[in-house]
């Protein structure tokens, strides 16, 4: 194993001494909100995977219903029978969900949740008899998957060099990043800018071109952005004037990260018309994703009479029998005191990292709940990253390894979003090392 990480076979990409080939090699254990890697160094797990270890590694209940799923009933095919544990999650989840979204059309993880949602736009506008209301907007800074389609909806500045496949199928609008506004504008002065951009776009296309405005309710993979008050509601009425689908991509921000198990309605007073989510429905245990699909849309399209107002849709492992009973575990510990240990903890977790903004070379430090970003400057007059070596959040997080923390790095940001059971103690250890890590990083 030591030989194969150390040339990087453990890595997705094939080819070391290319993409990935610096990134970390041989995790081999994990527990609670640590990892161990071959070396035998215990690091916590800063960015929790890639935001889904929610309830921690090692978890003992989680790991007896996978075995015992396993020898209950280990498939069962999404086309032609229901599985308990489907149905019975699902009931969960709608009982959870805002609005009327009752049905949930399962999938194996986000971007096929995206890509659901999205082919589910597409297949209602056509029985609605209007297939030309088709494009989708979403916005600088996004983040909704790797596949064709969901990853052309990428606006971070890596993804679309190299990534614009849907044309004008997609519309991208701008990145609602305060830190970020024009110099001299107020927070209100730049959520009206924003607004009016979408309520422009609309008039410009015409609203009957555009199905739907896909999008985070917390950019996390852009840098864990918090949109300035009001933008999610206003964006959310533009979308019900105009009958375009508000997909609130909920791969991150669900399943406790703000401390609920959805956040839409709970963080942000909003009520999609669909709600995508992966990751922390299974905590990472199983593959496992979803999109939730408005109960009275469907209504609509079982009146249609149109012959096939069916969405014929789903995947080999869509509603995995084990997938979705990790899943019914996985709630009833979020259910079971998780959920409010979350909310309870993160304002620690925020005002301790928010201390980092002492160092020269954090601009700004923000976030919600259990997600974070620091993000460095080049210098804190201009708060220009542009001017920095923008492998700077690689070197925070090699500093920050050798110290005993792993970092997710974006660029010039390090996002931090751990295990939501993280103690007050291990977030005092987690911000102490990122504090040494990015100023041996600025030295
Ligand atoms: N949407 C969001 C908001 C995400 O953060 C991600 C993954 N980082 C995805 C979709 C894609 O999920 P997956 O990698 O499970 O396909």
Redesign the pocket.
């Known amino acids: 194993f030591a030989e194969m990480a150390k040339g990087h076979l453990i890595q997705p990409w094939p080819v070391a001494g290319e993409i990935g080939a610096e990134a970390r090699g041989g995790i081999i254990a994990g527990d609670g909100i640590y990892v161990t890697d071959i070396e035998g160094r215990r690091l916590i797990d800063g960015p929790a995977g ?2 889904c270890t929610n309830v921690g590694h090692g978890c003992e209940p989680i790991a007896r219903t996978l075995y015992e799923q396993a020898m209950t009933l280990s498939y069962n095919s999404p086309w032609y029978t229901a599985s308990e544990p489907s149905v019975r999650l699902s009931k969960r989840l709608a009982a959870h969900a805002p609005g009327d979204l009752d049905h949930v059309f399962y999938t194996t ?6 890509e659901t949602a999205l082919r589910f736009m597409q297949f209602s506008n056509n029985v609605f008899g209007r297939p030309t209301k088709k494009r989708i907007v979403a916005r600088q800074g996004g ?4 596949t064709y389609l ?1 990853a052309s909806l990428n606006g971070r500045p890596r993804d679309h060099d190299w990534m614009d496949s849907a044309g004008d199928l997609v519309v991208k609008l701008s990145c609602p990043n305060p830190f970020r506004r024009p110099a001299g504008q107020s927070v209100e002065a730049f959520c009206d800018m924003l607004v009016e951009e979408f309520s422009t776009t609309i008039e410009t296309l015409g609203a009957e071109t555009i199905g739907a405005f896909v999008a ?1 309710p917390i950019m ?2 852009g840098g864990v952005i918090v949109p300035p008050p009001g933008y999610l509601t206003r964006m959310r009425e533009l979308c019900r004037e105009n009958d375009i689908l508000f997909i609130a ?1 909920e ?2 921000t669900a399943f406790g990260r703000l401390g609920n198990i959805f956040a839409s309605k709970e963080v942000f007073g909003i009520e999609p018309d669909l709600i ?1 989510f ?2 922390g429905v299974t905590s990472g245990y199983f593959p496992l ?1 979803g999109a939730m699909i408005s109960a009275a849309l469907l209504a609509r399209l079982r009146q249609s009479n149109h012959a096939d107002a069916m969405f014929a849709h789903g995947l080999t492992y869509s509603s995995h029998p084990i997938g979705c009973a990790v899943a019914e575990t996985n709630l009833d510990l979020l259910e079971g005191g998780l959920l409010a240990h979350a909310r309870d903890i993160a304002p620690y977790f925020q005002a301790q990292l928010k201390t980092l903004e002492d160092l020269p070379l954090v601009g700004e430090v923000r976030g919600l709940g259990l997600m974070a970003c620091v993000e460095c400057v080049a210098d804190r007059e201009s708060n220009n990253p542009l001017a920095l070596d923008l492998e700077v959040g690689k070197r925070i997080d090699a500093h920050c390894q050798q110290l005993g923390l792993l970092v997710r790095p974006l660029i010039h940001m390090c996002v931090m979003s751990p295990p939501l059971t993280i103690s007050r103690p291990q977030i005092d250890d987690l911000v102490s090392i990122l504090r040494q890590g990015i100023a041996l990083t600025q030295d």
């Open positions: 890639m935001w993880g986000g971007s096929s949740a995206v983040y909704h998957g790797s969901s985070e996390a993979s991509d791969v991150v995508t992966a990751k994703g």
